[in-house]
Structures are given as C-alpha cells and as structure tokens.
C-alpha cells in the first residue's frame, strides 16, 4: 500500500512536470507580451496579418488593459511574420501600429506618442 502511495506521488509530480514543459514547446512562435504604456486604458486590443484586409478578434475580451499593465498574448498563425495591432479606447479613438514582426519580438510596448517599442 505505501508502494503504491509513493508511484502515485511520483507518477503526479512527473505529470505536473511534463504538462508544464509542453506549454512552453505549444507556444506559438509569434507570442509576445503587449504593455500599455499609452497613458489611457485600452478597452479592445485587435491583431492581425499585415496582409489581412480587416482586424481579427479582439484578444482583450471583457478584460481591460489599464496604463502600466500588460498582457501575454498567445496565438499559432503558422510562421506569419508581419503583424498590425490595433488599440481602442475608452471613448472609441483608436491608436494603430503596423509592420510588427512578432517573430524576432517577444515584446510589445504600446507608447503614448503613437510609437511601439519592441523587444
């Protein structure tokens, strides 16, 4: 009975530890990390191929991203290379960024100059 006990323990660790190893090797090549530095809360956050014609889903959801905070962005589009991002705020203004490369990038901050810094 303690033998069992102690493979059950050990079995549940190496789970724990494979399931978390597999995370990290699903993740898509273009996540990232978007930070607000805008100075306003963005209430809608849009990402798209620079080759679509019109913006994807909003990734924030029912979630706002406040001045200071920032968000893992997680998504496998394949190997696409080049991004636009899209931030609407509060009263409906909007603040674009075109031309990422979320390839090379494992950061994106949102500036309030209309900028974007990348990492």
């Given amino acids: 009975m303690l033998k069992a006990i102690k493979s059950m323990r050990i079995f549940i660790m190496v789970a724990a530890i494979v399931m978390s ?8 090549p273009q996540d990232f990390v978007l930070v607000n530095n805008t100075g306003y809360p963005i209430y809608q956050v849009n990402i798209s191929p620079a080759s679509a014609n019109d913006w994807q889903e909003d990734v924030l ?20 290379q080049m991004w636009d991002i899209n931030a609407i705020f509060e009263d409906g203004s909007s603040l674009s960024w075109y031309g990422i490369d979320l390839l090379t990038t494992y950061q994106v901050t949102l500036n309030n100059d209309g900028t974007a810094s990348l990492q």
């Fill in 21 to 28: 190893i597999s995370a990290v090797c699903f993740a898509g």
């Fill in 61 to 80: 959801g029912k979630q706002i991203l406040n001045n200071g905070e920032s968000l893992q962005v997680g998504f496998n589009s394949g190997n696409i």
